[in-house]
């Protein structure tokens, strides 16, 4: 079973509007926890970290939660731009930090 | 500073040819690691390079092997190509060392394989 499981597998959304995407873990303890963004032909980029004590973090329209209890954490776009269609990974790592669970990620498409 | 780069950025092999995907990284990181992307499968860790000199298995190793030829440099080579083995292999590279509190790893731009 994966470790970290993202939902919605994709989602299409209209430009202005706002998502959350989803993210639940079961690695435990962990790190941090991080979502990347990987557009289409590229590698994935670090939008947000935080560490198990930490339950939310912002960079610029991105806003992640973060629940230790539930093991939950929240990707929320704000006024999404087209420039927002991309996957969105989260990613837990484990102590040691060298074997890192990735989601399958969340397929965002925003249309004008 | 180009941070990670990979190449070739595109590859289409035979079944059976040999070939080596190469990685270097200028941000003097001591952790480097290969990964492979498949569609609905999420990034899968092939092998890592915790530091220069050493290398281990990560989920998915069979097939391939690897060399930390230096610091910088972290290759992949697939002796023997497989149809299974066509995906995007990602290199990356991460900062580990007692000053390191965010250890974010680092990725390259990929190189799509394709076997026949």
């Known amino acids: 079973k994966n470790q970290v499981e993202q939902s919605p597998q994709s989602l299409i959304i209209l430009e202005g509007k706002n998502c959350t995407l989803q993210?639940?873990?079961?690695?435990?303890?962990?790190?941090?926890l991080r979502w990347y963004k990987q557009d289409t032909g590229r590698g994935p980029v670090s939008l947000t970290i935080?560490?198990?004590?930490?339950n939310t973090k912002s960079n610029g329209r991105y806003t992640a939660t973060l629940d230790a209890d539930t093991k939950q954490s929240s990707l929320h776009i704000t006024a999404s731009q087209l420039s927002d269609s991309a996957s969105y990974i989260c990613?837990?790592?484990?102590?040691?930090?060298?074997?890192?669970?990735f989601g399958k990620g969340n397929q965002v498409v925003v249309i004008p | 500073n180009a941070g990670v780069t990979q190449t070739p950025k595109f590859q289409v092999l035979k079944t059976g040819q040999s070939m080596t995907l190469q990685c270097a990284q200028d941000?003097?990181?001591?952790?480097m690691y290969w990964y492979r992307q498949d569609p609905g499968m999420g990034l899968r860790l092939i092998y890592y390079?915790?530091?220069?000199?050493?290398?281990d298995k990560g989920e998915v190793p069979n097939g391939y092997n690897v060399s930390r030829l230096n610091k910088r440099e972290f290759s992949l080579r697939l002796e023997s190509a497989a149809p299974s083995q066509t995906s995007v292999y990602f290199c990356?590279?991460?900062?580990?060392?007692?000053?390191?509190?965010?250890?974010?790893?680092?990725f390259g731009p990929g190189t799509r394989l394709t076997v026949t």
């Open positions: 993210c639940n873990y079961t690695v435990s303890p962990f790190s941090n």
């Open positions: 990356a590279s991460m900062k580990r060392d007692s000053y390191a509190t965010d250890y974010e790893q680092y």
């Open positions: 390079s915790a530091s220069e000199g050493t290398t």
């Open positions: 941000m003097n990181h001591n952790s």
């Open positions: 935080m560490t198990f004590s930490e």
């Open positions: 990613v837990v790592s484990p102590p040691g930090n060298n074997r890192l669970a």
